[in-house]
Nanobody, 120 residues
Framework: QVQLVESGGGLVQAGGSLRLSCAAS????????MGWYRQAPGTQRELVAA???????NYADSVKGRFTISRDSAKNTVYLQMNGLKPEDTAVYYC??????????????WGRGTQVTVSS
């Protein structure tokens, strides 16, 4: 059982940057992989980035080279640095934690989401 709280969302112009944070608390033994999904209105939820306890990262092709995921184990926090933001990045971003990479949604813990809006 892990609780996840996202922060850092907001409104930014195209080309700008934001850094999202996800603070984990509670029992974290099933948090071997953490990352971010996003969902825009009328679209399917998509995996943006993930990172394992060992530091292995995965990114969606659409954000590769622009976004960087990292974690600070001492602070129990995962970050998503988003550079070169585009209007199509506009979505609610959800932090998640799971027992392994590719774990199904029902196995994961989820944050409540933070809104990212990129204006053109």
């Amino acid at each position: 059982q892990v609780q996840l709280v996202e922060s850092g969302g907001g409104l930014v112009q195209a080309g700008g940057s934001l850094r999202l944070s996800c603070a984990a608390s509670g029992t974290t033994f099933n948090s071997n992989t953490m990352g971010w999904y996003r969902q825009a209105p009328g679209t399917q939820r998509e995996l943006v980035a993930a990172i394992s306890n060992g530091g292995t990262t995965n990114y969606a092709d659409s954000v590769k080279g622009r976004f960087t995921i990292s974690r600070d184990s001492a602070k129990n926090t995962v970050y998503l640095q988003m550079n070169g933001l585009k209007p199509e990045d506009t979505a609610v971003y959800y932090c998640y934690a799971g027992p392994y990479y590719g774990s199904p949604a029902w196995r994961n813990s989820w944050g409540r989401g933070t809104q990212v809006t990129v204006s053109s």
